[in-house]
C-alpha cells in the first residue's frame, strides 16, 4: 500500500440520499417536540428506548441493508450511512438496536444457516430483536484470540462456559453473539467459533459493571455451562476468527466513531446564544471544532463509500477511528474551556450542564471501545509497511 492508496477521493451521495435525511429530520423533529430526543452525547451506547426503536423500523430505517426476503429495507449503505448520522447528531436514543442493527444482522447474512437468517433477521429488521456483543474478556481485550471461554462438545450440541466482560445492553437484550474457543490449535487464531446465544438462558448470570456515571451500561457476562444446540452455532467451528474481524470492521467503521459528543457542540451553541452571544474568541473555537468534524465526516463518507464499493478500506477506516475518536474527546475538553461552567450530572436530564457532565463521564471510553487507538495505529502500520 502507498500513500495514494489511501486516497478516499471525494463522494457525492446519490439524490435519493437528500431526500431519506430531510425525512429523517422530520421524524426527529416531531420525536423532539415529544420530548423524546433530548440531544444527549453517546446516546448510541446508553440511550435505550425501545419504543423510539419500533417507531424507527416502522419507517424502514432498522436493517436498512438486510434483503427485503427478511425484512429488510434493500437499501445501500450510503442510505443507512446518512440515516445514522442523522440519528447520532441528534443525540437520539438508538441504543437498543444498535448493536443488531450495524453488526449482528450482517454477521447472521453473511455466516448465518437459513433458518437462523429466516428466524433473526426480519426480528431485528423489526425492531423487535436485540444484540450485544460477546467479544471481550478479563484479559483478552486487545488480543481477543487469546479468549479462554470455551465451547464444549456435547452429545446434542454445545456446553458454552466462561465469563465476557465489557458486554453492552446483556441485561436488556436478547441475544449475544459469543466468541469461544471450541479447539485447542498450535495456531492460536485457529479453533474460534461464534454462537448465538439466549441472554435469559438461566445458566447465563450477569452481572453490572457501573460507567463513571453510574449508569448500568456494560456487565460481566458469566456463561456458566450454558447448553446450546447445534443451531446456536454461527458460521463453520474454526472459523470464529475471520468471522470476527470482519464483525470488527463493521463496529469501528461507522459515524458513531467521531459523532459521539456533536449533541454536545451543538448544545453549546444554544447555550451561547441563550446567555447573550458570543466573544469572537469563542466564535473562533467553534469554526475550528465544526471545521474539524467537517474534515472527519468527509473522510469517513470516503471510508462508507469504499465499502459500499467492495473496495478494502480497513487500513483508512481505521485512521478514521483514530481520527474521530480523538476528535471527539477533545471536543469535550473544548467545549469545557470555550464555556466554563460547572458540569453537574444531577441536574436536569437534558439540561447543558447535565450533558456537558455525560460526555466528560462517558470520555475516557471513546478511544477503547471497539479497538484501542493503539491496537489501531498498529493496524496502519503493517498496512503502510506492505507497500515496502
Ligand atoms: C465503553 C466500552 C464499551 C465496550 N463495549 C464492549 C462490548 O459491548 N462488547 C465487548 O466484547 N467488548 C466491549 N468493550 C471492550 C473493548 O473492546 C476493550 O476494552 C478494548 O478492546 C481494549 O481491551 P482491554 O480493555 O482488555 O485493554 P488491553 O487490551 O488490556 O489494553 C490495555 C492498554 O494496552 C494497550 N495495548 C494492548 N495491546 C497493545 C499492543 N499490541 N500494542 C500497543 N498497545 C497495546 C491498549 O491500547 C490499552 O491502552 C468495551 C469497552 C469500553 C471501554
New binding site residues.
Partial sequence: MSLSDLDLGAVQLPPEATRLRQEVRDFLATERAAGTVLGRPDSW?TGWDPAFTRRLARHGWIGMTLPRAYGGGGRSNLERYVVIEELLAAGAPVSAHW?ADRQAGPTILRHGTEAQRSHFLPRIAAGACFF?????EQ?????LASVRTRAERTASGWRLTGT?????GAHVNDHAIVLARTDESEDRHAGLSQFIVDLRDPQVRVEPIRLLSGEHT?NYCHLEGVELTDEALLGRPGDGWRQVTGELALERSGPERFLSTLPLLSALVKELQRTGGCSPEQQARVGRLTARLASVRQLSLGVAAALAAGRPADVQAALVKDLGTRFEGELVNEVREILPIAARFDATRGSYPELLATAILHAP?YT????????LR?IITRGLELSR
Fill in positions: 451506547l448493536v450485544s456483543i460477546g467479544m471481550s484479559d483478552s481485550g486487545s488480543d465476557k466482560m465489557w458486554t453492552g456494560f471510553g477503547l471501545r471497539g479497538g484501542t487507538n493503539e491496537i498498529g
